[in-house]
């Protein structure tokens, strides 16, 4: 296996061709709907991912929001291009030792799946020929681009998909390495190594969504797949091995093909509705009793390589489902998969009949809910059916919650580019890369050294805040004047997990509310050990850090009272002190932290405990 990246991560320097924010709104001021089409490129050839996104022939329906403009609606020209983000842009490639151009050249790249309202995105490329070094390895950095982020998909119905125009325009900075890489884990070090310096710049946006990784992958015998978008950093590993497994089990069903002489399925389709009225069940047996057809396709030396082989959850099977769901039509069923859908191992013998089919051969079933509904998706699956003869084809694919993809259209080219006439070049002077060259951030590596140095940090606990992105939020509580170590374990260890327990915890924790969390602290309003239950009624909407406070529980206890607690601890359990002596303090220690919880800091409450053991012969205080 070989792999590149193409790394995207937003800016928050305002959008790219206009003058608003670079923030997400749920307010919507106005809705339009489009259609888009096809058109080609400056060569004149049409792209085959746009022609195959546009014969969707899809409705886009644009919600506009307090954060969006005429710019983003594309009914006003875009603004120039803004100047703080090519500036961010200039620093990566110098960071990643790249070359940077004498002038960038907006161009439109021809996207209609309906996520830019123009049909196209805009793009520059701003430097070339870069290079970063991970675990030893040089990777090649061949571009790094400046473009915009497209609009945020928000709802899909049959016909008719939902965007949101927020996000459309935000600046992205897009850094592709070259396909060097020959592992998923060594994927996933290369892209925290670019998403580091790129935080390092302290002019990205953060939070989900606002970095997304294109993994390019392709085997020896097999071909480029691009699974685009994903979000999920850890994960990446997990795409790159399913990936590779992907094309391999592909090419064991290439080579069983060729070994039969396999020729392309040219049969028409047939309707056999009749064939499985009052049998069919599940989506097919929807479709009939619905008023639809269940359509067959005969796949001549398919038979048995539409199933997961042996030790796999791949198949040829799941391709050709894909390619009718990408086409628009869901709920395919093929002859390898009987018994099932109430389609028995008669009822599959007459099918095969019928479609004059021998053993060696297999069938699909799709179930068609209106007449005609089923002619497109077919031929996505017949041209699918003869890529498999061929070879593994070069696609696009969409990342799956559990570490798979599914096809989504085909690899776009060079064909959906042309220049950008309404935004005029920038040229790039040697003043300006002089200016950014002054003020270039501390290097990841060197900002590990400064902190271990400075603060007695572990370098792990470093290269961990280095990754979340939170090493910004380190240093301003730090010089905010609290302790390094637990500023550090609060946002490496306590923030994260409360934000895994509780949904839409971590846009409630913020750094001013983590810094009024750490000076209550210091007041003595809680102890340490109250952290966790304070953050988690903070994450769960608590109104102010003393309600969160009061929710659970810690309002602070005195120290008499803490001395009571423990001397009365103590008279209770005697006997065990007796029996134990010394080993009875960790029980006894246990139990008493446990009575306070959290309302004492666990060194005072361990204090407490000694006095109170060495005092043995003084009476507990009355209840009350």
């Not at 190594?193 to 953060?206: K, M, N």
Request: charged share 30%; aromatic share 2%; with cysteine.
């Amino acid at each position: 296996m070989k792999a590149g990246l193409e790394v995207h991560q937003q800016l928050s320097t305002g959008k790219l061709f206009c003058a608003c924010p670079t923030e997400l709104s749920e307010t919507v001021t106005s809705v339009v709907l489009r259609r888009l089409r096809a058109t080609g490129g400056e060569n004149h050839h049409v792209d085959a991912a746009a022609a195959f996104q546009a014969a969707r022939g899809l409705t886009f329906r644009y919600e506009s929001a307090t954060t969006s403009c005429l710019v983003d609606l594309d009914e006003e020209p875009p603004h120039a291009l803004n100047d703080e983000a090519l500036d961010v842009a200039l620093t990566m490639a110098l960071l990643l030792n790249a070359r940077p151009l004498d002038e960038v050249e907006v161009m439109r790249k021809i996207v209609v799946d309906g996520s830019n309202t123009a049909g196209f995105q805009r793009t520059a490329l701003v430097a070339v020929d870069g290079h970063v070094d991970v675990g030893g390895r040089r990777y090649s950095i061949p571009t790094i681009c400046l473009e915009e982020d497209a609009a945020r998909k928000v709802g899909e119905e049959r016909e008719e998909v939902h965007y949101r125009l927020d996000r459309l325009g935000i600046p992205l900075v897009e850094i592709a390495t070259g396909p060097e890489i020959r592992s998923g884990a060594e994927a996933r070090e290369v892209a925290e190594e670019l998403g580091t310096l790129l935080r390092a710049t302290r002019r990205v946006r953060r939070g989900i969504g606002s970095i997304r990784e294109d993994l390019n992958v392709s085997t020896d015998g097999g071909a480029r797949v691009e699974i685009k978008g994903v979000q999920e950093l850890r994960l990446l590993h997990r795409y790159a091995e399913v990936e590779e497994e992907r094309q391999r089990v592909l090419l064991v069903v290439q080579r069983s093909l060729a070994e039969r002489r396999a020729g392309p399925p040219e049969g028409l389709p047939l309707d056999v509705s009749d064939a499985l009225h009052g049998t069919a069940s599940g989506a097919l047996g929807d479709a009939l009793g619905k008023g639809g057809r269940v359509i067959a396709l005969g796949l001549p030396g398919f038979g048995g390589l539409l199933k997961s082989p042996t030790g796999t959850d791949e198949r040829l099977g799941r391709e050709l489902a894909d390619a009718a769901r990408a086409a628009g039509l869901r709920g395919l069923f093929h002859s390898d998969e009987v018994p099932a859908q109430g389609i028995t191992e008669s009822i599959a013998s007459t099918l095969r009949a019928r479609l004059g089919l021998g053993d060696s051969d297999a069938f699909l079933l799709v179930a068609e809910r209106v007449a005609g509904g089923a002619d497109r998706a077919l031929e996505s699956v017949r041209r699918r059916a003869r890529q498999a003869i061929v070879g593994i084809p070069e696609e696009t694919r969409d990342p799956l919650p559990d570490g798979r993809s599914r096809y989504s259209r085909p690899l776009p080219g060079r064909d959906r580019m042309y220049p950008e006439t309404d935004v005029p070049p920038v040229a790039i002077t040697a003043e300006r890369l002089a200016r950014i060259a002054r003020s270039l951030p501390e290097r990841p590596e060197v900002v590990r050294e400064r902190l271990v140095r400075e603060y007695g940090l572990s370098v792990d606990l470093v290269r961990q805040m280095q990754r979340s992105g939170d090493l910004e939020t380190f240093e301003s509580l730090v010089a905010g004047g609290h302790a390094p170590s637990l500023v550090a374990r609060l946002l490496t260890q306590e923030v994260p997990a409360i934000v895994q327990q509780v949904a839409g915890g971590a846009e409630r924790l913020s750094e001013p509310v983590l810094e009024n969390l750490l000076a209550e602290l210091a007041r003595g309003s809680f102890s340490k050990e109250g952290i966790p239950a304070v953050l988690t009624a903070l994450a769960k909407g608590a109104s102010s850090l003393a309600e969160a406070v009061h929710q659970a529980g810690l309002a602070r206890m005195s120290a008499e009272d803490l001395r009571w607690v423990a001397r009365r601890l103590v008279a209770e359990n005697s006997a065990m002190i007796e029996e134990r002596g010394a080993a009875a303090f960790s029980p006894l220690m246990g139990d008493l932290m446990r009575a306070v919880r959290g309302r004492r800091d666990g060194k005072e409450v361990s204090e407490a405990l000694k006095a109170a053991l060495a005092d043995r012969s003084s009476s507990p205080a009355p209840a009350g």
